[in-house]
Nanobody
Framework: VQLQASGGGYVQAGGSLRLSCAAS?????MAWFRQAPGEERVFVAA????????RIADFVRGRFAISRDNAKNTVYLQMNSLKPEDTAVYYC????????????????????WGQGTQVTVSS
């Protein structure tokens, strides 16, 4: 399975970006993580293919939204009200089979990773 992420870029604080990630075949959980320079990779959001269930990290709740088009095997991350601290490489990840909700934020349960897309937010 290949994951192709796109949509990153440079934006001023308060601006918006929309990330996309297309999987080459159907997968179960799809998620976004991010990694800033010198920091660990952290969970941002995830969504399952069933009923639009999703999970959002507290530090982006109310500003970011995750959605999914199952027919296209594609997940989106709409990022609004961006802040300089949102600057990071954003990685798309996916899992083959279902897993409990409590594990959605664990990067170790993901089977596939995209190449990452840079998001830079200027102050």
């Amino acid at each position: 399975v290949q994951l192709q992420a796109s949509g990153g870029g440079y934006v001023q604080a308060g601006g918006s970006l929309r990330l996309s990630c297309a999987a080459s075949t159907s997968v179960d959980l799809m998620a976004w993580f991010r990694q800033a320079p010198g920091e660990e990779r952290v969970f941002v959001a995830a969504t399952s293919p069933r009923g639009g269930s999703s999970r959002i990290a507290d530090f982006v709740r109310g500003r970011f939204a995750i959605s999914r088009d199952n027919a296209k095997n594609t997940v989106y991350l709409q990022m609004n009200s961006l802040k300089p601290e949102d600057t990071a490489v954003y990685y798309c990840a996916a899992r083959r089979v279902r897993i409990v909700f409590s594990s959605w934020s664990d990067p170790h349960v993901m089977d596939y990773w995209g190449q990452g897309t840079q998001v830079t937010v200027s102050s």
